[in-house]
């Protein structure tokens, strides 16, 4: 145990850079982060834990996928992996030219019209495929396998 220590302790200028880009990495915010942030500034908590809610779902259905496989398919088939890689780049520029459109608008200019329940329903689920949509283009995890 004591030459375990000894040699951490001998790295601790490596392991504290490491750790120091890490923990850049962990606060820099990504589109996971601004689609939260989007919806509980513009719309309500329950809204962002709707896109919360979908990034889970996301998420879990990434790592089932790639424990079936899914990596080494993405792998083996390059075009199938690029392909996601730019669907998952297009959807990010749709929704950024959306939010910019969207900021440019005056405040006030579009009227708040009475929604009905099963609309607010509705909206949901759309929340919540959004979060989803954002982590199952993301690739981030297949790529990591």
């Known amino acids: 145990m004591q030459a375990v220590l000894d040699q951490l302790w001998a790295h601790r200028g490596a392991i504290a850079g490491i750790?120091?880009?890490?923990?850049?990495?962990?606060?820099?915010?990504?589109?996971?982060?601004?689609?939260?942030?989007?919806?509980?500034?513009?719309?309500s908590r329950r809204d962002a834990l709707a896109v919360v809610a979908g990034i889970g779902v996301a998420t879990t259905l990434w790592i089932v996928a790639c424990v079936l496989g899914?990596?080494?398919?993405?792998?083996?088939?390059?075009?199938?992996?690029?392909?996601?890689?730019?669907?998952?780049?297009?959807?990010?520029?749709?929704?950024?030219?959306?939010?910019?459109?969207?900021?440019?608008?005056?405040?006030?200019?579009?009227?708040?019209?009475p929604v009905s329940a099963a609309f607010r329903r509705a909206k949901r689920w759309l929340d919540l495929a959004t979060g989803g949509a954002f982590t199952l283009l993301?690739?981030?995890?297949?790529?990591?396998?």
Not at 19 to 43: D, S
Not at 87 to 92: D, E, F, P, S
Not at 138 to 145: E, F, I, S, W, Y
Request: proline residues 5%.
């Open 19 to 43: 750790a120091g880009l890490f923990a850049l990495a962990v606060v820099t915010p990504g589109p996971n982060f601004l689609a939260v942030t989007h919806h509980a500034v513009t719309r």
């Open 70 to 113: 899914l990596g080494v398919l993405l792998e083996r088939a390059p075009w199938l992996r690029i392909g996601l890689q730019w669907l998952g780049a297009a959807y990010l520029v749709w929704t950024g030219i959306g939010l910019i459109r969207s900021a440019l608008r005056a405040p006030g200019a579009r009227a708040e019209a």
């Open 138 to 145: 993301g690739l981030r995890l297949a790529a990591d396998r």
